[in-house]
T-cell receptor, first 117, second 116 residues
Framework: DTEVTQTPKHLVMGMTNKKSLKCEQHMGHRAMYWYKQKAKKPPELMFVYSYEKLSINESVPSRFSPECPNSSLLNLHLHALQPEDSALYLC????????????????FGPGTRLTVT | AQKITQTQPGMFVQEKEAVTLDCTYD???????LFWYKQPSSGEMIFLIY??????QNATEGRYSLNFQKARKSANLVISASQLGDSAMYFC?????????????FGGGTRVLVKP
């Protein structure tokens, strides 16, 4: 099973709202990722969690707040977003150091299409 | 810094024919990994194939094969016997295995449209 699930599939929120994106995987992966993808562009890395600890933050504005409650779950909390934050948000997971496979290929979820009004 | 370049923004291919998608990369790291992903219009990124920098043989996965030319820093994807379902955006990516964790750098993508 190489499934990564994300909820919700679509989200429309106002600039004063607080919402959360959720991601779940049951592949035993210990690395999880958030990406942002604008239309017709490649995904851009936002955050990396390694063994439930934040290991990479690509200088993402503080209105995006990631959380990794356990090894299977990854959340992205959203607050006071701007219209330019409208995008497809992709979650991914992979094996991490100590888990064996040298390729560390990332498996992606279907994404959440976010619209900020 | 790593860089991935895909020079073909879009391609048409006839059903049942083969198509080659170009990818060149630049890195100073002797150990790296190269990936190809498919992204249909639904949005999900689907992992297709992986090539490690020390792998002696070109990677193959079903109808997908990777033409790895290390000296030329190219990692082209070949899709054989194209099907209508192959119509999608294709991204080449390189893994940066830093101390803090894995980072994937993506190329700009190539849109493939398979014609019946």
């Amino acid at each position: 099973d190489t499934e990564v699930t994300q909820t919700p599939k679509h989200l429309v929120m106002g600039m004063t709202n607080k919402k959360s994106l959720k991601c779940e995987q049951h592949m035993g992966h210990r690395a999880m990722y958030w990406y942002k993808q604008k239309a017709k562009k490649p995904p851009e890395l936002m955050f990396v969690y390694s063994y439930e600890k934040l290991s990479i933050n690509e200088s993402v504005p503080s209105r995006f707040s990631p959380e990794c409650p356990n090894s299977s779950l990854l959340n992205l909390h959203l607050h006071a977003l701007q219209p330019e934050d409208s995008a497809l948000y992709l979650c991914a997971s992979s094996q991490e150091r100590g888990q064996g496979a040298p390729s560390y290929e990332q498996y992606f979820g279907p994404g959440t299409r976010l619209t900020v009004t | 810094a790593q860089k991935i370049t895909q020079t073909q923004p879009g391609m048409f291919v006839q059903e049942k024919e083969a198509v080659t998608l170009d990818c060149t990369y630049d890195t100073s790291d002797p150990s790296y990994g190269l990936f190809w992903y498919k992204q249909p219009s639904s949005g999900e990124m689907i992992f297709l194939i992986y090539q490690g920098s020390y792998d002696q043989q070109n990677a193959t996965e079903g109808r997908y094969s990777l033409n790895f030319q290390k000296a030329r820093k190219s990692a082209n994807l070949v899709i054989s016997a194209s099907q209508l379902g192959d119509s999608a955006m294709y991204f080449c990516a390189m893994r940066d295995r830093g101390a803090a964790g894995n980072k994937l750098t993506f190329g700009g993508g190539t849109r493939v449209l398979v014609k019946p």
